[in-house]
T-cell receptor, first 109, second 116 residues
Framework: GQNIDQPTEMTATEGAIVQINCTYQ??????LFWYQQHAGEAPTFLSY??LDGLEEKGRFSSFLSRSKGYSYLLLKELQMKDSASYLC??????????WGAGTKLIIKP | GAVVSQHPSWVICKSGTSVKIECRSL??????MFWYRQFPKQSLMLMAT?????????EQGVEKDKFLINHASLTLSTLTVTSAHPEDSSFYIC????????????FGQGTRLTVV
């Protein structure tokens, strides 16, 4: 079967670093995505990993381990505007996106 | 990145009426568009995949006669919620892709539908 799991909510302090984990199970895999979604808005693309390793993009980095079915999104130098839900999703062998329920990130001053 | 425009952003309609939501790719030709529904605090649920000039492929459990999808051109897809009921109230989001996959898919702004 297929499933994907991420924490429901996390809290972090402005200026700090936070890591949001995502684990998944699937027989076919064509990459893992991270999206940011502010309340009432559509998701915006953050990253796409299809090979193992760390991809860095400014303050955001994403890591993938295919053998472990594990990914994380690392956010550095947190800003208040980073308060949002972060969705991970993997693409299965049929090129369909399977979405996690999202992690609500709360940033405190 | 590419721009996908979705209209309207929000709509309130009476139960029993129909509502049309438009999804346009503004600066690229989208061979494939995807329609999602998202309930509060839940993940995105794919409703259907539409390819230009052909019938949409609906996910299991989605009523094709209730959620009419038309993809008449490479830049426009529409979702019509027919005979809307309060349980259809949700956040509807489209995304567009230039390939028949979700890679490089760009999302519209979403439409908040409230049926009263």
């Amino acid at each position: 079967g297929q499933n994907i799991d991420q924490p429901t909510e996390m809290t972090a302090t402005e200026g700090a670093i936070v890591q949001i984990n995502c684990t998944y199970q699937t027989s076919g895999f064509n990459g893992l995505f991270w999206y940011q979604q502010h309340a009432g808005e559509a998701p915006t693309f953050l990253s796409y990993n299809v090979l193992d390793g760390l991809e860095e993009k400014g303050r955001f980095s994403s890591f993938l381990s295919r053998s472990k079915g594990y990914s994380y999104l690392l956010l550095k130098e947190l800003q208040m505007k980073d308060s949002a839900s972060y969705l991970c999703a993997f693409m299965d062998s049929n090129y369909q996106l399977i979405w996690g329920a999202g992690t609500k990130l709360i940033i405190k001053p | 990145g590419a721009v996908v425009s979705q209209h309207p952003s929000w709509v309130i309609c009476k139960s029993g009426t129909s509502v049309k939501i438009e999804c346009r790719s503004l600066d690229f030709q989208a061979t494939t568009m995807f329609w999602y529904r998202q309930f509060p605090k839940q993940s995105l649920m794919l409703m259907a995949t539409s390819n230009e000039g052909s019938k949409a492929t609906y996910e299991q459990g989605v009523e094709k006669d209730k959620f009419l999808i038309n993809h008449a051109s490479l830049t426009l897809s529409t979702l019509t919620v027919t005979s809307a009921h309060p349980e259809d109230s949700s956040f509807y989001i489209c995304s567009a892709s230039v390939w028949d996959s979700h890679t490089e898919a760009f999302f519209g702004q979403g439409t908040r539908l409230t049926v009263v």
